[in-house]
């Protein structure tokens, strides 16, 4: 508890305010602190400002790409002393991601020392590594003192710090970014920066392209780790367009052959941002828990290039259906999220489509070309304005030196005499005696008409803006010259592929077949036992429960249960609780409500079919294939609604179908008679007064019908002319010694 403080105690100043206003306020200021100076990038540099401050402070260290390398530790120093008043280690860190080849398709930071791994191993502490700026740093920070961006105060006010970079480079889509803010957050990949400044010199000549459009020059991500893209094209226009998606990144791998015919998979480029380490753990930790039947071994035998031997357990399976498995279970397949949420301008966070984070870069660069040339042209006309005064004093040379030697105040009296400005004036007083030479009044009449012919050249550009366009489009194809496709950092990494054409990996390929028996009790607690149990040796029920489904199966059989509400749910028989307990009840398996039961329990036959009915006596066939659901809410079959639902789910095994009512009259008519289907209502298989279907089944009417009786005898009736009928009828009362509960099974 805090302590009281009396009212009279309290400052003069004070001013009461409600505790919710006070937290709402405080709240705000700190997200959108988080938003606009931490977690997003500027759309404009594709910089956070930290890595902002980080490189520019290694720009005033005079870092560049053809000096010396200073200490980390230098770096972090400046950044968290001038810049950044945060801990020195997030900033060591956003230093050391700069330099890392694995983490940035086009590193600005050069490092020389131990700069981590793509195993996840750290860098070095800061004071054992050293680095500079990069090529691609440069062009970020090129014409930075040449007023092409605004600059602010640092947090002390000792210095000044510029609020953007003028950025002669697509960073944001070439590096990409991540980072996550308060109730918003960015995923951005990186891009082939080729790919990308193609994209833009479209859109400088076509503002209107379209996503499609712009896809066929960027048509994906470009990973630094390489990898196969395999994500459908219609996906990534989509993903452009919007700003948000994802992309299905694989390894790359290979087959080699070894002795005796036998073969191995090589991985050499992994999925990016995947801990090569992390990954040989979670493969060995499934091949114990064998998860991974089809492999027997993986081992790592990298250097500086990735390399991973993948050994199957036999020779005669596929590798590509070894591979699918793989891809399935671990992290040699990933999706890489797209959200591209970035500060427009600096200040407003917005999710953008390529098309306009292209266009806010093109903006940018149309901004800092103006400003640019303006800070150019005020340079050359001061210059021409000292330039006119010396040519003025070479040919008043004599006159000037005895204005220079006779008069006590000579600077107004040439400004009178040869209509001098007092630049001009300060100018030629200024001037040394080596600079009267004849020499060197030719160089300043070249330097003149050079700079006339710049002035003119500048002046009709900011005047036209096509020729400001073009002027940015000649140095982005210089950019694009410098990282072209056939340089080797410019040459793209990630290669884009179609998903294999075998798409359905078999069970067995991801779990290993065993034998278990599945229980399901009454109450609809599930569990898996160990090998095959008879029905009668299973035990081990909660009080007041007991036994209904036991079913002899194995690992990777597909296990159908249908509920009453008519929906089929598909059960993998690995992923079911096993051990000696009670199992967990099935409805936290499945999306089963607690108002429905489950009405059958089978393990799915290839090409085998059903008999569904409902209460109301219709019903259908339909294919046990098209029951299979992918997700735990199951298919919808048997369409009920209201009080009818499901009571029928019966293999189809024969050529006459059997249906009994709660009425006790029983209808036998051809199985012909019912459609097949996957899902509906059905047709009427037998009409009633009272009640409604009971059971069904179906058999061979030459055999005779067949039931089991409350003892676990079988009875059969092969004189059922009387019986028989069409569909839709009602039928009469069953043979002598029927079941009683009016099923084709006594218990």
Known sequence: MGKHIPKGDLPDNSQPIALEKALSDRYLAYALSTITSRSLPDVRDGLKPVQRRVLYAMRLLRLDPNSGFKKCARVVGDVIGKYHPHGDQSVYDALVRLAQEFAQRYPLVDGQGNFGNVDGDNAAAMRYTEARLTTVAELLLEALDEDTVDFRPTYDGEEQEPIVLPAAFPNLLANGSAGIAVGMATSIPPHNVSEL???????????????????????????????????????????????????RLRARWAVEETTRGGWRVVVTQIPYQVQKSRLIEKIAELINEKKLPLLDDV??????????????KSRNVAPEVLME??????????????????LDGGRVPKVMGLREALQAFLNHRHDVLQRRSTFRLDKIERRLEILDGFLIAYLNLDALLKIIRNEDEPKPVMMKRFNLTDVQAEAILNMRLRALRKLEEMEIRGEHKQLSSERADLRKLLKDESLRWQRISAELAEVKKTFGPKTPLGRRRTTLADMPAI????????????????????KGWIRTLKGHVAPEAVANYKEGDKGRFVLQAETTDKIILFGTNGRA????????PGGRGYGEPVRLVLDLGDDQETLSLFIHKPGAKRLVGATDGRGFVVPEADMLAQTRSGRQILNVSGDVEAAVCVPVEGDTVAVIGDNRKLLLFPLAEVPEMTRGRGVRLQVYRDGGLRDARTFMLKEGLTWIDASGRTRTE???????????????LPPRGFNGNNRFEGK
């Open 503 to 522: 798409a359905d990996v078999p069970l067995e390929a991801t779990v290993e077949r065993e034998p278990i028996t599945i229980v399901l009790s009454e």
């Open 197 to 247: 400044i193609d994209a833009a010199l479209h859109l400088i000549k076509h503002p209107n392209a379209t996503p499609a459009k712009l896809a066929e020059y960027v048509p994906g991500p470009d990973f630094p780790t390489g990898g196969l893209l395999v994500e459908p094209r219609e996906n990534i226009v989509e993903a452009y367009r919007t700003g948000r998606g994802s992309f």
């Open 718 to 732: 092969t004189a059922v002319k009387d019986w028989i009928g069409t569909r839709a009828q009602a039928g009469r």
């Open 299 to 312: 081992r790592d035998e990298s250097a500086e290039d990735v390399r991973l031997i993948l050994e199957p």
């Open 325 to 342: 498995s793989l891809f399935r279970s671990t992290d040699l397949e990933t999706r890489f999220p797209l959200n591209l949420n970035v």
């Open 569 to 576: 749910y598909t059960l993998s028989p690995d992923k079911l």
